[in-house]
C-alpha cells in the first residue's frame, strides 16, 4: 500500500504564501498521480489540483488558477503545492491523495472518489 503524510500548512495573512508537501512511501512505483483537494468547514471537499506522477501533467481548479503551482520530486517520492497570494476563501483543510492505474474520463484527477490513498491533511489559515 501507499502511506502519505501531509505537512506545511499554517496561518497566513491574504496575499501571503504557503508551500504544502506530500510525502509517499510504501509501493509509490504504483502510484498513477497525486492530487490535493481541501474542505472547508461544513463544505464538502473540493479538488485543488493534480499532478500526474510519469507525464508531469498538471490539473487546476479554475479558482486556484495563476496562484498554485503543483509540482513533484520523483526521487524524492514527494509532491509539492506552491501556494502564494492566499485569500482567505483558501482556508481549509488540505488532503494530499494518490491513485493508481488505471484511470478512466477526461476529469479522473478531479473526482474524489478516483484516488486510493488520503493523507491526514494539514490546516490552512489565511486571515485578512
Known amino acids: 500500500q501507499v502511506q502519505l503524510v501531509n505537512s506545511g500548512g499554517g496561518l497566513v495573512q491574504a496575499g501571503g504564501s504557503l508551500r504544502l508537501s506530500c510525502a509517499a512511501s510504501g509501493r509509490t512505483f504504483s502510484i498513477y498521480g497525486m492530487g490535493w483537494f481541501r474542505q472547508a468547514p461544513g463544505k464538502e471537499r473540493e479538488f485543488v489540483s493534480a499532478?500526474?506522477?510519469?507525464?508531469?501533467?498538471?490539473y487546476y481548479a479554475d479558482s486556484v488558477k495563476g496562484r498554485f503551482t503543483i509540482s513533484r520530486d520523483n526521487a524524492k517520492n514527494t509532491m509539492y503545492l506552491q501556494m502564494n497570494s492566499l485569500k482567505p476563501e483558501d482556508t481549509a483543510v488540505y488532503y494530499c491523495a494518490a491513485r493508481s492505474p488505471p484511470v478512466y474520463g477526461t476529469t479522473w484527477y478531479a473526482i474524489e472518489s478516483t484516488y486510493d490513498y488520503w493523507g491526514q491533511g494539514t490546516q490552512v489559515t489565511v486571515s485578512s
Open positions: 499532478i500526474t506522477w510519469n507525464g508531469g501533467s498538471t
